[in-house]
């Protein structure tokens, strides 16, 4: 998989619109974005593209995000 960049204005899931990088780290990327069937904002996490073939980090995203869903 490329190291290709995701950019603004990105529709992912054919529901969430990237609308700005937050922040970038060595695992992920976070973004403002906006759930355009619900109409409101949300936080994105976006998996780098290097690691999204790696088996681990992929069960370490998912365990992070079942997490965070409890906490919403």
Do not use: C
């Amino acid at each position: 998989m490329s190291d290709a960049r995701i950019v603004a204005e990105t529709i992912l899931a054919g529901r969430y619109r990237l609308v700005q990088l937050i922040d970038r780290g060595g695992m992920a990327e976070v973004w403002e974005g906006k759930d355009e069937i619900l109409d409101r904002p949300v936080a994105i996490k976006v998996l780098h593209p290097r690691l999204a073939s790696d088996d681990q980090f992929q069960e370490r995203f998912r365990r992070e995000a079942v997490a965070a869903a409890r906490l919403a």
